[in-house]
């Protein structure tokens, strides 16, 4: 049975700005909180240890201007919090437009949802064979449920109502959602790329070389990763290209908030890592270690991951990137938390 220390533990970060102002801190920030306590913990970080307070008053533009907004870096470990919500087998999570938090819990049969406030609801429930969900920001949640070879998609509004928007004939693999309200999903039996419209029809966009294990939609059509850890580029008019790889054997494909492609590793060292995408088939680039039995993760608008982990019947947040006040401006400036960051020479009480 692993515990909070094991996923302390298991938790790495990732790349650091290059210009960076040093903070010296008197102990690492204390790492499991309530989903409330974060905003607490941080605002009495920024009074007692960097001294910040209100901006002043006066023209933010103009006051902007004449003062550098270097990135703060603070030497300790990330922030971890476990979600408020009680799941039993969380298969995947997604971060929204809107800043919400929605969880699939399949065990459950039921989807949740976590406001930017933190309150917890129920989106819908009684749906069994949960896989995947997407969010279309035109149309609102989708659903892949899957029952032996085939599947069937649901939407679902935000009163809860649920509507069959069509049945998939073949093992579906991925679940995207485009800008237009077009899903898309692979078919494992045959390879394929499927689009489907708002209304239910389906189209095979291409045929792809090997077996998909996963996709992610983005602003050109789709992000296919194989089996072999190739990604490949589909357009919506079909053309299909190899644009890198990830570790062979990746099981969940992502975008970061920058969006470039991440992909979910599992059995290494009794962990599992997060890998960005390399120019080599032979190449490995680790962005993150997370706790093994994690199957899905998210990233919210700032690339603070969030976790679903079946093993430990949780979903659980690890907060390494603020945006805090300037002082002098009141003009947001990012601050990340590293265990590798430098130690400052002497104590420092200056935050740009």
Not at 28 to 43: I, T
Not at 171 to 189: E, H, I, K, V
Not at 191 to 219: C, F, H, K, Y
């Given at each position: 049975?692993?515990?909070?220390?094991?996923?302390?533990?298991?938790?790495?970060?990732?790349?650091?700005?290059?210009?960076?102002?040093?903070?010296?801190?008197?102990?690492?920030?204390?790492?499991?909180?309530?989903?409330?306590?974060?905003?607490?913990?941080?605002?009495?970080?920024?009074?007692?240890?960097?001294?910040?307070?209100?901006?002043?008053?006066?023209?933010?533009?103009?006051?902007?201007?004449?003062?550098?907004?270097?990135?703060?870096?603070?030497?300790?470990?990330?922030?971890?919090?476990?979600?408020?919500?009680?799941?039993?087998?969380?298969?995947?999570?997604?971060?929204?437009?809107?800043?919400?938090?929605?969880?699939?819990?399949?065990?459950?049969?039921?989807?949740?949802?976590?406001?930017?406030?933190?309150?917890?609801?129920?989106?819908?429930?009684?749906?069994?064979?949960?896989?995947?969900?997407?969010d279309a920001s035109s149309l609102g949640l989708h659903v892949l449920t899957t029952?032996?070879?085939?599947?069937?998609?649901?939407?679902?509004?935000?009163?809860?109502?649920?509507?069959?928007?069509?049945?998939?004939?073949?093992?579906?693999?991925?679940?995207?959602?485009?800008?237009?309200?077009?899903?898309?999903?692979?078919?494992?039996?045959?390879?394929?790329?499927?689009?489907?419209?708002?209304?239910?029809?389906?189209?095979?966009?291409?045929?792809?070389?090997?077996?998909?294990?996963?996709?992610?939609?983005?602003?050109?059509?789709?992000?296919?990763?194989?089996?072999?850890?190739?990604?490949?580029?589909?357009?919506?008019?079909?053309?299909?290209?190899?644009?890198?790889?990830?570790?062979?054997?990746?099981?969940?494909?992502?975008?970061?908030?920058?969006?470039?492609?991440?992909?979910?590793?599992?059995?290494?060292?009794?962990?599992?890592?997060?890998?960005?995408?390399?120019?080599?088939?032979?190449?490995?680039?680790?962005?993150?270690?997370?706790?093994?039995?994690?199957?899905?993760?998210?990233?919210?608008?700032?690339?603070?991951?969030?976790?679903?982990?079946?093993?430990?019947?949780?979903?659980?947040?690890?907060?390494?990137?603020?945006?805090?006040?300037?002082?002098?401006?009141?003009?947001?400036?990012?601050?990340?938390?590293?265990?590798?960051?430098?130690?400052?020479?002497?104590?420092?009480?200056?935050?740009?």
């Amino acid at each position: 049975m692993k515990t909070e220390r094991d996923i302390d533990n298991s938790l790495t970060t990732g790349r650091l700005p290059t210009k960076i102002v040093r903070v010296k801190t008197c102990r690492p920030v204390p790492l499991f909180l309530g989903y409330g306590e974060l905003n607490r913990l941080v605002s009495t970080f920024l009074i007692a240890v960097l001294g910040i307070t209100a901006p002043l008053s006066g023209d933010d533009g103009d006051r902007a201007s004449d003062h550098p907004h270097s990135p703060v870096i603070v030497r300790s470990r990330p922030v971890i919090e476990r979600l408020p919500v009680r799941v039993i087998r969380p298969v995947d999570v997604i971060y929204n437009a809107l800043r919400e938090t929605v969880i699939a819990d399949a065990d459950g049969q039921v989807i949740f949802r976590i406001n930017s406030a933190g309150d917890v609801s129920v989106i819908c429930r009684d749906l069994p064979g949960i896989s995947r969900i997407a969010d279309a920001s035109s149309l609102g949640l989708h659903v892949l449920t899957t029952e032996q070879r085939a599947g069937r998609i649901f939407r679902v509004t935000d009163n809860g109502f649920q509507e069959d928007v069509c049945e998939l004939p073949f093992p579906p693999t991925g679940l995207g959602a485009d800008r237009f309200g077009n899903l898309w999903t692979c078919d494992s039996a045959s390879n394929s790329v499927v689009r489907i419209t708002s209304d239910g029809q389906r189209t095979v966009i291409t045929r792809l070389p090997e077996a998909a294990r996963d996709l992610v939609v983005d602003e050109f059509g789709a992000l296919i990763l194989l089996e072999s850890g190739a990604v490949r580029s589909v357009t919506t008019a079909g053309d299909s290209e190899t644009i890198g790889y990830l570790p062979s054997g990746s099981v969940r494909l992502r975008t970061d908030s920058d969006g470039r492609p991440v992909a979910l590793r599992h059995g290494v060292q009794n962990s599992a890592q997060l890998c960005g995408l390399t120019t080599s088939a032979e190449a490995i680039d680790c962005v993150a270690s997370v706790p093994a039995g994690t199957t899905g993760f998210a990233f919210d608008h700032l690339g603070n991951l969030i976790l679903a982990n079946p093993e430990l019947r949780a979903v659980t947040k690890v907060t390494s990137q603020f945006r805090i006040p300037c002082p002098h401006c009141g003009k947001l400036v990012p601050m990340v938390f590293s265990a590798d960051a430098p130690v400052a020479d002497q104590p420092l009480r200056r935050s740009f």
